[in-house]
């Protein structure tokens, strides 16, 4: 089986088990989806949610935002953790888009291809290729698939990559993801990451991809019994609901 057989059949695998996941109709325009995936940093997904919607309501436009104390854009996110290195990075990205835009809008982004993209948006401090892929999938709608650390390390166990770093798995997908399957897939390992495959004990007893997976220890956590615990992130938000 090539590799790109075997992501074809991990989609349905999982589409099977997790169901097939649809964008809502509504598009986020690109900069607020730029912050909201900011905010998603090192935290978990409803936390980000709460911290984006008291962000937006505090400050209803993106102008009130760059004008505000950084303490203030601290104090409205926090419940997304690490509060200061967020609200600085959000203070400043926004004062460069409107120095670069002249608004407070990402203009022309929507007519560039897809590594240009990706260039202009990781040239702002503390945006990634994750985030930019981001950007590119949920409003946009673009055929890119974003590698976040859970769907690095699950790529990685099946065999489909092998590879050190999330933007090393990012190149290495390229290819292989089928066209019309990237949102499916990227929402999909997102979902089976928090509630199968995890980081530290994988329920590999309730596996659907557990034949295709080349994790040396599988056996071993197929053997254990699961925590009711290993349940508890198995409500997320999806980022394109911000």
Not at 55 to 72: H, I, N
Not at 137 to 149: A, G, H, K, Y
Not at 164 to 193: C, Q, W
Request: net charge positive; glycine share 6%; proline share 5%.
């Amino acid at each position: 089986m090539t590799k790109e057989q075997a992501v074809a059949r991990n989609i349905q695998l999982l589409e099977r088990h997790l169901g097939v996941p649809h964008q809502k109709k509504e598009r986020t325009e690109p900069l607020a989806m730029l912050i909201g995936t900011l905010l998603s940093q090192n935290t978990n997904d409803r936390n980000s949610h709460r911290a984006y919607l008291e962000l937006r309501r505090r400050f209803p436009t993106w102008k009130k935002v760059a004008e505000a104390p950084v303490g203030a854009i601290a104090s409205a996110i926090k419940v997304g953790g690490m509060k200061n290195q967020k609200s600085s990075r959000i203070k400043a990205l926004l004062q460069t888009v409107r120095k670069d835009y002249g608004s407070y809008r990402l203009r022309g982004i929507e007519k560039m291809n897809n590594d240009k993209v990706i260039s202009t948006l990781t040239a702002f401090h503390g945006i990634g290729f994750k985030t930019a892929a981001c950007v590119l999938l949920f409003s946009l709608r673009r055929e890119v698939f974003p590698v976040d650390t859970h769907i690095h390390r699950i790529c990685n166990r099946l065999g489909l990559v092998k590879t050190k770093t999330p933007d090393r798995t990012f190149e290495a997908m390229k290819p292989l993801v089928p066209k019309g399957k990237s949102y499916s897939f990227h929402t999909n390992l997102i979902r089976f990451g928090r509630t199968v495959c995890l980081a530290q004990r994988p329920r590999c007893n309730q596996c659907p991809l557990y034949d295709g997976c080349v994790f040396p220890e599988k056996e071993k956590f197929a053997s254990k019994k699961s925590s009711p615990s290993s349940r508890r992130n198995s409500n997320f938000m999806l980022l394109d609901e911000i």
